[in-house]
């Protein structure tokens, strides 16, 4: 089983559950900005994932400014609430297997998740090649 708890007008989003779809699976899709967190939800994946709130907060395209949540005296505890509040400040796509959870920022993050790889060559939506046409990484993180 596969989750993605996706925002389809993030980029980076939408090349992870491509990336998932394109290599065999029908993962769970969660659309967190509408159906919103649970601390217990929040929780658990940020420790799963070996996140805190602080490195979970997405701190561009979002009121994380605007709400003083960059301010490094602001507690992981405030940061959690405003998260519940504003399902938008946590950063994505986060994504779920049995191999593990973990923030898929970049995109290609997400293959050390799956048992099963997309045919390459493979390329981003922007053009930028993850999988060779052998089907090996082409460098970028991990």
Same mark, same amino acid.
């Given at each position: 089983?596969?989750? #993605? ?19 065999? &699976? ?5 659309? &967190? *900005? ?9 929780? @658990? *994946?940020?420790?799963? @994932? ?9 701190t ?10 960059? %301010? %490094?005296? +602001?507690?992981?505890? +405030? #940061?959690l %609430? @405003?998260?519940? %509040?504003?399902? +938008? =400040? +946590? ?22 998740? =799956? ?6 060559? &493979? ?9 060779? @046409? ?9």
């Amino acid at each position: 089983m596969v989750v #993605i708890h996706h925002n389809p007008e993030c980029g980076t989003s939408r090349n992870v559950l491509k990336i998932i779809h394109d290599a065999g &699976y029908e993962p769970v899709v969660v659309e &967190y *900005l509408q159906q919103g967190w649970t601390r217990p939800q929040l929780q @658990a *994946l940020f420790a799963a @994932a070996g996140l805190t709130p602080r490195t979970a907060l997405r701190t561009t395209k979002s009121p994380a400014e605007a709400l003083g949540l960059l %301010e %490094e005296s +602001v507690s992981d505890a +405030v #940061i959690l %609430e @405003a998260m519940l %509040e504003y399902p +938008v =400040l +946590v950063n994505r796509p986060i994504v779920a297997t049995p191999k593990g959870v973990r923030l898929c920022r970049p995109s290609e993050t997400v293959l050390s998740l =799956l048992d099963d790889w997309p045919k390459g060559p &493979y390329f981003k939506e922007d053009g930028e090649m993850i999988l060779d @046409a052998n089907g090996h990484r082409t460098g970028g993180s991990e």
